[in-house]
């Protein structure tokens, strides 16, 4: 595993549950609003491959942490690129820690795969933008069909897990949030993230975050179509 960052305590990152976060190296979007971009373009994520955080180390820290921590949340840019992934989740269950992944859709298979086996507990995934306006946001190619997927995956409820979307002014307007949440029809949570414009890929578009009384108005449109929407400022 290429873990790049260990954050050692997260209140927030699994709902419910006192956790550690390890960022694993790379991604296959390229977002225009990503704030860690250092870590997704490979010339400037190879400067951290001689820093990374060894799997030895990382649960020698859990076997110190045992009695402190529920779970482990495995995030990054996006973890599924990780070829040991599933050995690496095997691990930590032995340790009787819960696991959450974070993903933006990329191997369907091995989602089900650990959901199947018990190996994950949450999983939360990104999406980005309606299926046919998703490229205004990853800027390469992608897999349609392995979004669809793993959506279907999740709706069937065979683990907990939530959407999410960081939503950006002149990017997602009503329209767009509408239709996200019909593409999630009747899933159990659903957040909103507004984006912040700090550090991130594509700074010459003009993006804008939204105000909290806009951020209601889409939380409403999304509620005609989930069970539940929330908002993350």
């Known amino acids: 595993m290429q873990i790049s960052w260990i954050q050692k305590t997260t209140l927030l990152d699994y709902p419910d549950k006192v956790a ?13 609003y990503c704030h860690n971009f250092e870590f997704v373009l490979p010339e400037k994520a190879k400067k951290f491959l001689n820093d990374l955080i060894t799997e030895k180390a990382f649960f020698n820290f859990l076997e110190q942490r045992k009695w402190f921590l529920d779970g482990v949340v495995i995030s ?5 690129l990780q070829k040991d992934l599933y050995e690496f989740v095997k691990k ?16 369907p298979k091995l989602i089900r795969k650990m959901i199947d086996e018990k190996l994950i507990d949450y999983v939360a995934m990104d999406i ?3 299926i ?9 190619d992608f897999n349609k069909n392995d979004i669809l997927e793993t959506i279907t995956i999740l709706l069937e409820e065979k683990i907990d897990y939530e959407f ?6 002149w990017v997602h307007g009503e329209q767009e949030i509408e ?12 957040y909103l993230q507004n984006y912040q414009n700090k550090n991130i890929l594509n700074d010459f578009f003009e993006w804008e975050s939204f105000s909290l009384e ?10 005609k179509h989930v069970e539940k929407c929330n908002i993350r400022s």
């Open 20 to 32: 550690t976060i390890i960022f694993t190296l790379w991604c296959n979007f390229r977002c225009h």
């Open 76 to 80: 990054g840019w996006e973890p599924t």
């Open 92 to 107: 930590i269950k032995e340790m009787w820690f819960l696991v959450k992944i974070d993903t933006n859709w990329r191997d």
């Open 128 to 130: 980005k933008n309606p």
């Open 132 to 140: 046919e306006k998703y490229n205004e946001i990853v800027n390469v």
């Open 164 to 169: 999410r979307t960081t939503v950006v002014k």
């Open 179 to 190: 239709d996200m949440a019909k593409l999630i029809s009747w899933a159990r949570k659903y």
């Open 214 to 223: 806009e951020l209601r108005t889409l939380k409403k449109i999304a509620e």
